[in-house]
């Protein structure tokens, strides 16, 4: 791609990139998982326990890229509500770790069932080709822009 067209498709981009954003906070609401006794957010630091093990809740915030003191709060919902619990570091006892629940990996498998079956939904006319080649462009994608966000950038 030339340079200007780069520039002209650029805009275009960040308004489909608001506009996906608005999306999302929508589909959210639509996911349909019932009461699982914590707001959405906290619910998303599942995955990482479930995926990553037992972690700190400052590995959560880090993860997360999320204020501290808000994950923390996050995570006393998600204790309460029995889909993690707390539990001695083994490097550090003084410090401790957050696991996954049995009910939190419930809640997990049931987040990934609803948001696998809203995506088939919304994506039952394209052909499975196009679906293979948007998703190779759209990690594509992620990974550029987490590179650029690693990239640490002087003040202009």
């Known amino acids: 791609m030339q340079d200007h067209d780069v520039q002209d498709t650029i805009p275009r981009l960040a308004d489909e990139l608001m506009r996906f954003a ?19 957010s906290a619910l998303m ?19 997360k890229q999320a204020d501290p003191s808000t ?28 696991a996954i629940t049995e009910a939190g990996l419930a809640a ?3 987040m990934q069932q609803a948001r696998q079956s809203w995506l088939r939904e919304a994506l039952a006319d394209w052909p499975a080709d196009r679906i293979a080649t948007f998703v190779g462009l759209f990690a594509e994608f ?11 950038r002087e003040n202009a």
């Open 22 to 40: 608005r999306v999302v906070a929508r589909a959210k609401s639509m996911l349909n998982l019932g009461d699982l006794g914590a707001d959405f």
């Open 45 to 63: 630091l599942l995955f990482p326990l479930r995926f990553r093990g037992p972690l700190r809740a400052t590995d959560l915030a880090e993860i």
């Open 71 to 98: 994950v923390s709060r996050q995570v006393a919902q998600l204790v309460k509500a029995g889909l993690a619990r707390r539990e001695a570091d083994p490097v550090d006892g003084r410090a401790s770790r957050i």
């Open 108 to 110: 997990v498998e049931r």
């Open 142 to 152: 992620n990974t550029s822009v987490e590179a650029q966000l690693a990239t640490p």
